[in-house]
């Protein structure tokens, strides 16, 4: 079935430390895997996405890797502030009926002290 | 552009009465999507649209739920009748093409927080 597992439920790190949340999913005609970011009482907003056709991806402090084979991909956050405090979700594309859906992980809770 | 735009922002009402979400996606966009967040089940999607065409209503949990979307700049989630079961945050979103083989990046609404007593 369509599924996308997260882990850490949560996670908490000092500030300036590095935080890796990782996901698997299922469909292996999965081609694009998003990133986003909720702060409390917010909606989520996309921080950085991958597609199939690359490995990795780097924007500032953020990276994301995708390993098709093993159908997992990771988000790293290098030099984490407290502003990084957020719930990430990941989330796959999955093909229904010609179009795209996606579909996201339970969330990663991140926490950063000062 | 204002970006997605949803109404009510909360709503609390009781057992067994009538609700009904609103949403109006970004200019140009045509895909739309409505997924309900809860700690216990994160985000769900419920249903999505691409050209008002209603695509894939797999994850509506029942007859209760229905959507609509009768023109490319509006749509509506409509729960018959409420349970409390069904409180949650209900995030609407639109995205420019998820045809073919590219999925293009969703942009969600403020959400409608529901509260059913």
């Known amino acids: 079935g369509e599924n996308v597992e997260q882990h850490p439920s949560t996670l908490s790190v000092q500030e300036g430390d590095s935080a890796v949340i990782k996901c698997t999913y299922s469909?292996?005609?999965?081609?694009?895997f998003p990133w986003y970011k909720q702060e409390l009482g917010k909606r989520p907003q996309l921080i950085i996405d991958?597609?199939?056709?690359?490995g990795e991806k780097k924007d500032q402090r953020i990276a994301v890797t995708l390993n098709k084979t093993a159908k997992h991909f990771s988000l790293h956050i290098t030099e984490t502030q407290p502003e990084d405090s957020a719930v990430y979700f990941c989330?796959?594309?999955?093909?229904?009926?010609?179009?795209?859906?996606?579909?996201f992980g339970a969330g990663t809770r991140l926490a950063v002290h000062p | 552009d204002a970006g997605v735009i949803q109404s009510p922002r909360h709503e609390v009402t009781e057992m067994g009465q009538e609700v009904t979400l609103r949403c109006k996606p970004i200019?140009?966009?045509?895909?739309l999507f409505w997924y309900r967040q809860t700690m216990m089940r994160g985000l769900e999607l419920l249903i999505y649209?691409?050209?008002?065409?209603?695509?894939?209503d797999s994850g509506m949990p029942e007859d209760r739920f229905s959507a609509k979307m009768p023109n490319a700049s509006f749509s509506t989630l409509k729960i018959q009748p409420s349970e409390p079961r069904d409180s949650a945050v209900y995030f609407c979103?639109?995205?420019?093409?998820?045809?073919?083989?590219?999925?293009?990046?969703?942009?969600f609404g403020e959400g409608s927080r529901l509260t059913v007593l």
């Open positions: 200019s140009g966009h045509n895909s």
């Open positions: 989330a796959a594309s999955i093909r229904s009926g010609g179009y795209n859906k996606l579909i």
């Open positions: 991958i597609r199939s056709n690359v």
């Open positions: 469909d292996s005609a999965s081609n694009y």
């Open positions: 649209f691409n050209n008002n065409v209603p695509i894939d």
């Open positions: 979103a639109s995205s420019l093409g998820t045809s073919g083989a590219r999925t293009g990046e969703l942009f």
